[in-house]
T-cell receptor
Framework: QKEVEQNSGPLSVPEGAIASLNCTYS??????FFWYRQYSGKSPELIMS????GDKEDGRFTAQLNKASQYVSLLIRDSQPSDSATYLC????????????FGTGTQLKVEL | KAGVTQTPRYLIKTRGQQVTLSCSPI?????VSWYQQTPGQGLQFLFE???????NKGNFPGRFSGRQFSNSRSEMNVSTLELGDSALYLC???????????????FGPGTRLTVL
């Protein structure tokens, strides 16, 4: 079992729709969870961090964490063509320091 | 604030050579991590430095090494290059000590290494 799992996609949604991206992780002791966006040929860009169970909203983005189910999700409301990118879920597996383990990423395509 | 900078941006080497990559973190950030990204393996953690000490290490062979200087700048070295080392090498910095509620990491633009 991979430590962090994501569907590779592509996930296609029409412009203006809600895109839902999912991620599961295997280490129950994980404390910190992140979503990064990566455009082709670019480096990952942080979208959201989440540490506690529940929802965290930032503009059009909402991250959801359920530690009991070992599940993290990212919702993108009012999807725009500029949201088309690969979304990477990352979990910090270290209890002392930074050691991000990434999923393989979900490719999102927002269609006009 | 200036972001994370990495030099060089592109590098071409031949098998057997060694290479050194450089990373300057965001001003005030003390933790620097290195990652390798390839199409086949995705983003993989190499190591993290904090206060000039390696604090976390990934599952890479000893050919991959790094160090951090007193000004938090970091270098990564790969010796005896192999074709499979061709990748995008990313550096990320974060301001706090991390662990538990670790602070977020911000990535630099990366160094694209091609091994021929």
């Amino acid at each position: 079992q991979k430590e962090v799992e994501q569907n590779s996609g592509p996930l296609s949604v029409p412009e203006g729709a809600i895109a839902s991206l999912n991620c599961t992780y295997s280490d129950r002791g994980s404390q910190s969870f992140f979503w990064y966006r990566q455009y082709s040929g670019k480096s990952p860009e942080l979208i959201m961090s989440i540490y506690s169970n529940g929802d965290k909203e930032d503009g059009r983005f909402t991250a959801q964490l359920n530690k009991a189910s070992q599940y993290v999700s990212l919702l993108i409301r009012d999807s725009q063509p500029s949201d088309s990118a690969t979304y990477l879920c990352a979990v910090n597996l270290s209890q002392r320091g930074n050691k991000l383990t990434f999923g393989t990423g979900t490719q999102l395509k927002v269609e006009l | 604030k200036a972001g994370v900078t990495q030099t060089p941006r592109y590098l071409i080497k031949t098998r057997g050579q060694q290479v050194t990559l450089s990373c300057s973190p965001i001003s005030g950030h003390r933790s620097v991590s290195w990652y390798q990204q390839t199409p086949g393996q995705g983003l993989q953690f190499l190591f993290e430095y904090f206060s000039e000490t390696q604090r976390n290490k990934g599952n890479f062979p000893g050919r991959f090494s790094g160090r951090q200087f007193s000004n938090s700048r970091s270098e990564m070295n790969v010796s005896t290059l192999e074709l499979g080392d061709s990748a995008l090498y990313l550096c990320a910095s974060s301001p706090l000590a991390g662990g538990g509620r670790t602070d977020t990491q911000y990535f630099g633009p990366g160094t694209r290494l091609t091994v021929l």
